[in-house]
């Protein structure tokens, strides 16, 4: 087995912007927008770019103090991101996010630095780093969905008991079927990358199963805590 992944060269990208570049079409045509694909693809393109570089200087770097600060403004975003579905926002709403996502990410967070791996040292960015993103994204994902559809049972009249457990429920919807669906249906993303660059399916495997949990174990916490908070709130 090959120890690298094959090389990709910026130019052969353009092989994989055929397939977007029909769906662009499709989409246009149908729903008559012709911004928010194109501004997507775009703004994806120029993120992952910079990203790039970012990650480059934080990889070479020592400080946990820069691993925190990174940390608090993913948890900040995620928060922020996490409510864009909901139409009445306000600065006790996001707390409420902020809180939810920083509780079941950083409690799943610590699991997985200090007992599955346990990094030396703790703030080892290329590992921190890529998971921390993993944990927020779903638990961030899990919250904003769970926010949508708490927000709708009350306002269709539902008791906090009945739209909390309606909505814990449906929120974890995604997450639970990933987990129906891996191996059968799926190769999640870090199983497919630890493969393609090369390493062992059975020790790509337990790495996946480490990232499955996390997953569901944060953004079942997480969407837990916002909805005890929209109880008090």
Do not use: C
Request: glycine fraction near 6%; hydrophobic fraction near 60%.
């Amino acid at each position: 087995m090959k120890s690298s992944i094959y090389h990709i060269a910026l130019m052969d990208l353009l092989w994989a912007m055929i397939p977007v570049a029909i769906m662009m079409l499709i989409y246009i045509r149908w729903t008559k927008d012709s911004f928010t694909v194109p501004y997507a693809l775009i703004r994806m393109l120029i993120q992952l770019i910079l990203i790039g570089y970012v990650l480059t200087y934080i990889f070479s770097s020592n400080s946990s103090y820069l691993i925190i600060l990174i940390l608090a403004v993913m948890l900040v975003a995620a928060s922020i991101i996490a409510l864009r579905p909901i139409a009445q926002r306000n600065s006790s709403l996001y707390l409420k996010a902020f809180v939810s996502i920083a509780l079941g990410g950083l409690f799943t967070l610590s699991m997985i630095i200090f007992g599955v791996l346990d990094l030396t040292p703790w703030y080892e960015p290329r590992f921190l780093i890529p998971l921390a993103g993993m944990v927020f994204a779903n638990a961030m994902n899990a919250v904003s969905l769970s926010a949508e559809r708490f927000e709708s049972e009350i306002q269709n009249g539902l008791d906090y008991q009945s739209a909390r457990a309606h909505t814990y429920k449906a929120a974890l919807i995604p997450i639970i079927n990933s987990l129906f669906a891996v191996g059968l249906v799926s190769l999640p993303g870090m199983m497919t990358g630890q493969i393609l660059s090369g390493i062992d399916p059975l020790i790509a495997v337990r790495y996946q199963m480490m990232v499955m949990l996390m997953i569901l174990g944060s953004a079942g916490i997480s969407v837990a805590v916002y909805l005890i908070l929209m109880k008090k709130g």
